[in-house]
């Protein structure tokens, strides 16, 4: 099974959502749910 990870862009815009008080709690929601599955940073 292919592993799905969101894209850097997609994950800027998710954060600036989630940083933005004027968002909807839905679209909050979705955001957050982009960000966890992207991928780690390896160090």
Do not use: F, H
């Amino acid at each position: 099974m292919a592993k799905k990870t969101t894209s850097l862009k997609v994950a800027k815009k998710a954060s600036k959502v989630l940083r933005d008080g004027r968002t909807s709690k839905t679209n909050k929601s979705i955001a957050g749910s982009a960000l966890s599955q992207r991928e780690k940073k390896k160090r």
